[in-house]
């Protein structure tokens, strides 16, 4: 059974803040890895990917991959209120539907 | 380009009930997957429609529900009958390719009293 960990949270900072979210996985096989931001009643965005071991960048977004630990992270700088969501862990099984694999999200709050 | 729509955006309805939600994808998207969130739980896959075929219907719950997709454009997703533990969220999603990225629509509440 393949699963993606999150802290629920919340996890609260002020604004102008750097916010870590983190995510564990178990399948030591994944390749791919993506965080998803949900605005309350509204769809999941597909905000950042990642497939390498290491750092990406997209503006005030990083995403920090370590396969060996099966850890991928999501900061945010700078952190504003308008950032204020659930961030989504999700993770592809790698097999002939290519389905998302999700965790259970992480609530941000971002007090002004 | 227009995203994902789902209809309806919410349902409530009796146990025992029927309930059909539909899915218009992206156009030109062949892939469409439907994932439900139930309350305090992660979304989880239910299907996958490779154009009208299905691809993967491993994570459908039972045979109370039953999915397809007409001509490899919309898909609806019905419920009979249902059950209160079908209340939930379900989200329909889109890809062009198997491994692109999946664009979400903005679900269906469904609320089974």
């Known amino acids: 059974q393949k699963e993606v960990e999150q802290n629920s949270g919340p996890l609260s900072v002020p604004e102008g803040a750097i916010a870590s979210l983190n995510c564990t996985y178990s399948?030591?096989?994944?390749?791919?890895f993506f965080w998803y931001r949900q605005y309350s009643g509204k769809s999941p965005e597909l905000i950042m990917s990642?497939?390498?071991?290491g750092d990406k960048e997209d503006g005030r977004f990083t995403a920090q991959l370590n396969k060996a630990s099966q850890y991928v992270s999501l900061l945010i700088r700078d952190s504003q209120p308008s950032d204020s969501a659930t961030y989504l862990c999700?993770?592809?099984?790698?097999?002939?539907?290519?389905?998302?694999?999700f965790g259970s999200g992480t609530r941000l709050l971002v007090r002004p | 380009e227009a995203g994902v729509t789902q209809f309806p955006s919410h349902s409530v309805i009796e146990k025992g009930q029927t309930v059909t939600l539909r899915c218009d994808p992206i156009?030109?998207?062949?892939?469409l997957y439907w994932y439900r969130r139930v309350m305090g739980k992660e979304i989880k896959f239910l299907l996958h429609?490779?154009?009208?075929?299905?691809?993967?219907e491993s994570g459908m719950p039972n045979n109370r529900f039953l999915a397809e997709r007409t001509g490899g454009t919309y898909s609806t997703l019905k419920v009979q009958p249902a059950e209160l533990e079908d209340s939930g969220v379900y989200f329909c999603?889109?890809?062009?390719?198997?491994?692109?990225?999946?664009?979400f629509g903005p679900g269906t509440r469904l609320l089974v009293l």
């Open positions: 999603a889109s890809s062009r390719g198997l491994v692109e990225t999946q664009y």
């Open positions: 399948d030591r096989g994944s390749q791919s």
């Open positions: 990642i497939y390498s071991n």
């Open positions: 999700a993770v592809p099984w790698m097999d002939s539907s290519y389905k998302l694999i």
């Open positions: 156009s030109g998207h062949d892939n």
């Open positions: 429609f490779v154009k009208e075929s299905k691809q993967d």
